[in-house]
């Protein structure tokens, strides 16, 4: 069992830079937690203060119910996956995941037993006499992993562990990794700045910006309801599109988003959060998958632009929009033919607005 808990935490390093402010945290027992943010943004603070490599400066960090605050590393259970990896060069693949065990002098058949196990879930197992040198990115990040599970931890913690691995490697790692954690029951809490890997990872994740928690929530939570720009700009590739205008809500025909020539008409949802908004400065965001062509939606629903771009993506294509000036990217079918210079008429789905402050960026939804 292990549950950990930030009560009012507070990092400042020796220096002075306050790199966690006030944070709260129930992270669940046998939860994913993916901590996820900007560089500097201190995630990783966060996680080593778990690990007991950074001491809190203020507030209470519980396992479960015992405070951990002075607890040294070596007696918190936990194990870490670094994204250096860390192996000793000079070590066979065995010996570098056994090395915990057998600096806690565990016996040779035990050691055997767990080494092979984890080697043989990591599908390594024919690795086991070579050395680091010997091995690919994706083998190396697996001994590591092998390292961390033999110790059988209630928490274990990772740090960007995939960042040294290509693309490919990365998408089948992160695979394993979640299967690891269905394997193994227990608490992961992992590090990242990529919000693929947490929207995939994660049974919540915790957006992070200038040692604040932004949001926390599930992956469909974070991604359809972002609680600010920063959350939602962090999210989904390419970023959401921001329009700028105004509320209107006048005419006893609804409520409207108006900006030069586009006007939609918000939904009912929607507009019961915006009674009292009339001429309000708003921030519209729209999801680049969130459009489709034109003849599908009614008025009150059309966004006119012109094409300025046209990028193929395989499966689909994104359409760079030009709209008053500032370009919009959205997702269409690749099977319709654009062309640079052409005027496009796209209609949004509705049900599918974010709807922010102009000024502190906060969602009004
Ligand atoms: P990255 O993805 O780049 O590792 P991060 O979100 O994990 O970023 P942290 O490593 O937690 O960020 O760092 C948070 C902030 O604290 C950064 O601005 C960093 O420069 C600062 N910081 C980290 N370690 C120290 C230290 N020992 N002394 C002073 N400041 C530090």
Known sequence: ??????????????NGFHAVKDLNLDIRDKEFLVLLGPSGCGKSTTLNMIAGL?????????FDDELVNYTPPHKR????????????????????????????????????TRVRDAARKLEIEHLLDRRPSQLSGGQRQRVALGRAMVR??????????LSNLDAALRISMRAEIKELHQQMQTTFVYVTHDQAEALTLADRIVVM??????QIGSPDDIYERPKNTF????????????????????????????????????PEEI??????????????????????EAAQGGEGTIIRGKVNSVLPVGSDQFLGFDFYGEELFFR???????????????????????????DSGQSLL
């Not at 069992?1 to 020796?14: D, H, L, T």
């Not at 009339?278 to 519209?284: F, I």
């Open 271 to 292: 507009a019961a959060k915006l009674r009292h908004s009339d001429r309000r400065e708003v921030r519209l965001g729209i999801r680049a998958e969130d459009v489709d």
């Open 209 to 214: 910006r200038d040692g604040v928690v932004q």
């Open 1 to 14: 069992m292990a549950r950990i808990r930030f009560e009012n935490v507070e990092k400042k390093y020796a």
């Open 231 to 266: 959350v939602a700009s962090f999210l989904g590739s390419p970023p959401i599109n921001y329009i700028d205008g105004v509320i209107e809500d006048r005419n006893g025909d609804g409520v409207k988003f108006v900006r030069g020539d586009l006007m939609l008409t918000l």
């Open 332 to 358: 269409v079918s690749k099977d319709l033919s654009h062309k640079v210079g052409e005027d496009v008429a796209l209609s949004v789905d509705l049900n599918r607005l974010h709807l922010f402050d102009k």
């Open 54 to 62: 950074e001491e809190v400066s203020d507030g209470n960090l519980l």
């Open 77 to 112: 259970d936990v194990a870490m996956v670094f994204q250096s990896y860390a192996l000793y060069p000079h070590k066979t693949v065995f010996d570098n995941i056994a090395f915990g065990l057998q600096m806690r002098k565990a016996p040779r058949a035990e050691i055997e």
């Open 152 to 161: 059988d931890p209630a928490v274990f913690l990772m740090d960007e562990p």
